[in-house]
């Protein structure tokens, strides 16, 4: 541009440069800032999701983890209840203590007299109450023929429409009149209130709300991810050990190699239809078990374990090899001696951010079976079970109302268990892993 | 299934085995002491081990594989062909019979004569079968032990022939992988090569109309239902792409910005905090989806007047499309994060000194320069949201409907699967063997998207190393 010999065009080329840079620098500054606020704009719509996300699980699930309960005065009336001995565990069996809570609300609510409003004032408490009032009487014989006045557990509707009410706002679909009535009269002798649902944590699934745990759900989650690592931590420590230290750089690790890193990117779904057709429809296996379920995750999180070892045994330096072989110690024992052992918190941290994801995985798991209505919670790895993330789907699914709550609770139960492994993965590496 | 109380024989008799053969070789050292062994006694009693507890589990495996099957045959042999015909020509039906005569669940009143011998028969061989498997496996364990046992000598090079063991395990362990996809392929390929036999490749790979449920009556003629899985993949696309639509830009914005613009301290709070949302289990979205945003999107169509013109459902592609995007935006930006951070330091530093703003070197430098990482990063989101299931199961919908209209409710390929296969299902069926079908193009695609975008990255990630 500056071209001495013809100065007209230099002095014409160095003011338009100048003239150009300036005229268009607001615009490029206005531009400079809009990228910018782009930026911002992002993260902040990232964040406004994830803030969403908790404000909507959090303010539906707290009602999930309070309970409605009646108070109501129990006459233990040994003829009523067929028992003339609260010791004898055959007449507890057959003793009538829905006879009892019926009369104890017709007490309660005098003015009841037509046969339909019975019925339903009987439905105003769950049917878990004769269940209680059982195995109250089996811990304290000596109640039989006295009277007690005793909180028992609300039915889901009547759950549902006192947790809104005291929110301020009624909920009122499922409760007649004569029941909202009912509840308010409840509510001026103080004998409802709401208390901490323990039955979310001590119970396994229910078709009745109320009475619905995800004790179950959780148990199996247990024995499923306790299965997954067994299996997926040695495995996956071994094939990592063989691929930094072993595998000779050939066609055969490579494959390997490819391998592994498409299998952490197929997709969940896939690994269930292979552990339906192999491991049910081929090897037989029984629906529906954390075994066959634990075995899935295994191959799910594989990779995932593999890759993240690999990354813990690359950063333990050559130098520490190096010193084990000199003073003549084998490869093998190189890598347990002194490798493996470097490289654990590493590793670790890797294993518990796998089973992190195993934890929170759903889909799999419905292709083999584990999406069965079971009550019982389970005891072993063969025992029929279901996992916490498809109890979540399960209720989700659930028309009743009063499941909305305890969905959202057991997402918040499911968050709590992945945010303490990540802590622990956190805690984990900033203790223990060394930095060379 | 080995019981337990087997394997636990295993594992004391291989312990039993590491001290006779530790023991022995600490005979045979004797007075010379350590120095004339070849190896640390510990290498003699683990090789001993070895030869213990290996053959005696490769027993097991095999046995405890074959064993069912041939029971079911020499039982099956037994049952009357009168009482198969009985029950429709299923043996299988039968052989439950049998078997829950033998467990005992049922009585055998009125039961055809040649069931209760085959219970009978069954009740005996399982017994026998018991006490075989214990017998065969005890021999194999204390023969294959004694043998190394005798073989011990103060040359015997122990621990490099543990050593080989040792890497053969691992060789093994890493080779699991392979085994994965190839189990992968064969059970999907095997089950969708039945399918095909039953409907068409052109059919199902072309076909418009998609109602597996017709096909549920078994005297229906060859099964009749149609398998045109169009609209399952227009459907899977829509939602797909609406995903990516949020996702990408929102992602590689917020990328950029932490990369370049954001001090370390914002950086190092905001970009755990967006990871959060990666870490998020799928039925957690899929949950929000269903309860919170569709019902919001429906809304919004309606207060716009939407529904003049197209269909508003309550299961909508935007609504499934919209949380996807949200879930996949941790993923873009972390490895796009990993690309704008492999540019060298010297490419921004030469364009800001010729006068670029921070923008304009973010635009025309490091963004082209990244790009075929970014791009790699995309190919691997987009395969990412063509699998996910959970949130489209809970929140798109059943309705095969071939669509580009985003209020309307529309099915993809993963959702199908899950429903044709959740539930007792018969697996003879083309309902059933359909979902197989579906599953071998799923695996198609994504393998072809990771296997490029991991290549991409790959290449590139040399470029700059």
């Known amino acids: 541009m500056s071209n001495t010999n013809n100065p007209r065009a230099g002095q014409v080329g160095d003011i338009k440069t100048i003239d150009l840079v300036r005229r268009s620098l607001a615009r490029r500054y206005r531009a400079e800032t809009r990228f910018r606020w782009y930026g911002i704009a992002s993260i902040a719509l990232g964040l406004f999701f994830l803030l969403v996300l908790f404000v909507e699980i959090v303010g539906t699930g707290v009602d999930g983890f309070r309970q409605t309960l009646i108070r109501l005065p129990v006459k233990w009336d040994p003829p009523l209840l067929e028992i003339t001995d609260a010791r004898d565990p055959q007449q507890l069996e057959q003793g009538n203590f829905e006879a009892v809570v019926r009369v104890g609300l017709a007490q309660r609510f005098p003015q009841v007299t037509d046969r339909r409003e019975k019925r339903e004032l009987h439905a105003l408490l769950s049917i878990d109450a004769a269940y209680a009032l059982r195995s109250l009487l089996q811990k304290n014989p000596e109640l039989l023929g006295g009277e007690t006045a005793l909180w028992l557990l609300a039915d889901d509707d009547v759950d549902t429409y006192y947790k809104s009410l005291l929110r301020g706002e009624p909920f009122t679909a499922r409760t007649s009149e004569a029941r909202r009535a009912q509840i308010r009269e409840l509510m001026q002798t103080g004998d409802i209130r709401t208390g901490f649902n323990t039955r979310l944590f001590t119970s396994g699934d229910s078709s009745e709300p109320e009475m619905a745990g995800i004790l179950g759900a959780l148990m199996g989650s247990l024995l499923t991810l306790l299965v997954t690592f067994a299996l997926s931590f040695p495995i996956g420590v071994a094939a990592a050990v063989y691929l930094e230290e072993y595998a000779p750089r050939n066609r055969f690790t490579d494959f390997i190699e490819v391998n592994i890193s498409n299998l952490a990117a197929v997709p969940s779904i896939i690994f269930g239809l292979l552990g339906l057709a192999i491991f049910l429809n081929l090897l037989h296996f029984p629906r529906s078990i954390p075994l066959v379920g634990g075995l899935v995750l295994t191959l799910m999180t594989l990779p995932t374990i593999i890759i993240s070892s690999r990354n813990a045994i690359k950063a333990v330096p050559p130098s520490i090899r190096e010193a084990a072989l000199g003073i003549g110690a084998s490869k093998m024992q190189m890598i347990l001696h002194h490798v493996l052992p470097l490289a654990m918190p590493g590793m670790l941290t890797g294993a518990i951010l796998g089973m992190a994801q195993a934890l929170g995985e759903t889909a799999p798991l419905l292709m083999i079976g584990m999406v069965a209505f079971i009550v019982d919670v389970p005891h072993g790895i063969t025992d029929p079970a279901t996992v916490l993330p498809v109890q979540i789907f399960l209720w989700s699914d659930n028309p009743e109302r009063a499941f909305l709550a305890r969905t959202s609770a057991a997402i918040m139960v499911l968050l709590a268990f992945l945010v303490c492994m990540n802590a622990l993965a956190v805690w984990l590496r900033k203790r223990l892993e060394r930095r060379w | ?465």
């Open chain 2, 1 to 465: 299934m080995p019981s337990a109380a087997l394997l636990l024989i295993i594992a004391l008799l291989s312990g039993a085995a590491f001290i006779a053969g530790r023991s022995r070789a600490l005979a045979l050292a004797g007075a010379g002491g350590l120095r004339i062994l070849n190896s640390l006694p510990f290498y003699y009693g683990t090789l001993t081990a070895f030869w213990c507890a290996l053959p005696s589990l490769l027993v097991v495996a095999i046995w405890s594989v074959l064993d069912g099957v041939i029971i079911r045959q020499m039982v099956g042999e037994l049952v009357p062909p009168a009482a198969v015909e009985a029950a429709g020509g299923n043996l299988g039906l039968v052989m439950n019979q049998v078997r829950n005569l033998a467990a005992g669940h049922v009585t055998a009143d009125g039961l055809d004569p040649g069931i209760v011998a085959a219970a009978e028969r069954l009740v005996q061989l399982e017994r026998v079968n018991r006490w075989a498997v214990a017998v065969v496996v005890l021999c194999s364990a204390i023969f294959g032990a004694l043998l190394m046992w005798l073989r011990i000598r103060p040359q015997l090079k122990a621990r490099a022939r543990v050593e080989d063991i040792f890497r053969w395990a691992l060789l093994a362990c890493a080779s699991l992988a392979i085994l994965t996809t190839i189990g992968i392929v064969l059970s999907v390929l095997f089950e969708s090569l039945r399918f095909f036999q039953r409907v068409p490749v052109t059919e199902f790979l072309f076909g418009l109309e998609w109602s597996p449920q017709t096909a549920i009556r078994a005297d229906q003629q060859g099964s009749s239902g149609s398998f045109g899985a169009v609209p399952l993949f227009a459907g899977t696309l829509l939602i797909a792409g609406i995903a990516l639509l949020i996702a990408v830009p929102t992602g590689l914005m917020s990328a950029i910005y932490l990369a370049e613009y954001a001090s370390p301290g914002v950086r190092a709070v905001i970009k755990p905090v967006l990871e959060v949302l990666a870490g998020i289990p799928t039925v957690v979205y899929g949950f929000f989806a269903a309860l919170t945003v569709a019902p919001m999107i429906r809304d919004l169509g309606l207060d716009l007047g939407l529904d003049q013109w197209m269909n508003i459902s309550s299961e909508s592609a935007l609504a499934a499309g919209l949380v996807m995007g949200v879930m996949i935006i941790p993923f873009i930006s972390s490895l796009s994060d990993d690309v704008i951070n492999a540019v060298p330091r010297s490419l921004r530093d030469g364009a800001l000194g010729l006068g670029s703003t921070p923008s304009e070197v973010v635009r025309l430098v490091v963004i082209p320069a990244a790009l075929p990482g970014i791009i790699g990063g995309i190919m691997l989101a987009a395969s990412r949201a063509i699998g996910e299931t959970m949130i489209v199961v809970m929140a798109a919908g059943l309705a095969a409907n071939l669509t580009a209209n985003p209020f309307d409710a529309v099915t993809t390929v993963t959702v199908q699967i899950v429903t044709l296969l959740v539930g007792d299902q018969e697996f003879e069926s083309a309902k059933t063997l359909a979902a197989f079908a579906l599953g071998l193009v799923l695996f198609a695609v994504t393998l072809a998207l990771n296997y490029f975008a991991l290549h991409i990255v790959r290449k590139y990630r040399e470029q700059y190393e």
